[in-house]
């Protein structure tokens, strides 16, 4: 009777023992199913946070206003100026005038832009420079009168920084500026390779140094059989006095980047990359993206408007203007300022140049003051002055070439 007490609890005590392994085995199956669903739930509410805040906002157009404005951009030019048969054009080596010329569209364009066409066209009857040129590349640039301005932000104004503080600039002799930021197809008639990360022979040359740019000049020079520094590029007073062409608001538009759209390429207009020049509207004075695309590289310095020493950090940086196709629509405004040490580059960065005009072709009643323009050396001289430097950016722009 023992034996079969003892086999019925054994049993029993068997039978207990798989029912609490089976119930341990279903709890566990059910905990491991919770947690797998729980995992689930935080990769969804991760991949959602990452399409609202992230993928969405990068790849989804987002025009400043309700208005698509890309869509169907209004016309660059409204009619043609009468056209220009002065002779003065055939004594500015290797320039052609361009005749007749547009008349840049106005229709949304901020206050002081129609004085600022009707001053650039009084001064091309006065002295008798063509408004606009073109060099045997095809190269076209649009005449700059001298004049008065205030460089730049007002304490209001959204998005300034302390380096912006108001200040009158004078702007005492014309130049010409290049209507387009140089293009790569451009680029490449002079140089051996196109560096631009993004192709398109119209679209601006990127991925240049400072440096790069004065090996262009100087080619450039060379090509158009005048003397270095004919060609170069621009200060950064001239930069902004071209780029507001007779504004005082944050962009040649307005105070708002409501309209930006129609001027620039910038963050909330482009999935990713530049454009081809000249797809938007240009300012009263024929000049083309100097909002947004790429930034573009000045002649001088970076400094401080009131002149006190620069920290040691800035020594030696270029000032770089207009914003490019991935900052906001702030950092495109006219005052705006940036800088990058002379061997930097990028995908974001290009230029536009200048071109001189001899002082006996526009002789004024008072005489201007000497020109204040500081060109630097040509290239090979300036390089050998730092060629540590120069040697270290081509060897990394070399390796980063080879990575991809």
Known sequence: MKTNSDDIKKRAKNFLSRRHLASTHKKSRVRFKLRVLIWVVEAVVFLAVMEHFVIAPALKYEPSSGKDYTKELPPPFKGEMEKNTSSTAEKLKGLNR????????????????????????????????????????????????????????????????????????????????????????????????????????????????????????????????????????????????????????AFVCGNTAEKLNLYAVYKKVTVYGTEPVGKRLPNAWGLFNMHGNVWEWCLTQYYKYDSSPVPDEWRGARAIRGGNWQTKAVECRSANRARLG???????????????????????????????????????????????????????????????
């Open 98 to 249: 361009v005749s007749p010329v547009g008349i840049p569209n106005l229709e949304f364009a901020a206050e002081g832009s129609t004085e600022a066409l009707d001053k650039q066209r009084e001064y091309s009857r006065k002295t008798n420079l063509p408004i606009e040129v073109v060099n045997t590349m095809g190269m076209r640039f649009r005449l700059i009168p001298p004049g008065t301005y205030t460089m730049g932000s007002p304490p209001d104004e959204e998005g300034r920084n302390k380096t912006e503080p108001p200040h009158e600039v004078r702007i005492p002799h014309p130049f010409y500026m290049s209507i387009h930021e140089v293009t790569q197809g451009q680029w490449d008639t002079l140089m051996d390779s196109d560096p631009s990360y993004f192709e398109g022979k119209q679209r601006p040359v990127e991925e240049i140094t400072w440096y790069d740019c004065l090996r262009f000049l100087e080619k450039l020079c060379k090509h158009e059989n005048v003397e270095w520094g004919n060609y170069r590029l621009p200060t950064e007073q001239e930069w902004e006095y071209s780029c507001r062409a007779g504004t005082s608001t």
């Open 342 to 404: 002379p061997t930097s580059h990028g995908n974001v960065l290009g230029f536009r140049i200048v071109r001189e005009i001899p002082q006996e072709l526009y002789k004024e009643t008072a005489p201007p003051p000497p020109r204040e323009v500081n060109t630097p050396p040509p290239p090979a001289e300036l390089l050998n002055r730092t060629p540590e430097v120069e040697q270290k950016s081509e060897s990394v722009r070399a390796e980063e070439k080879g990575a991809q």
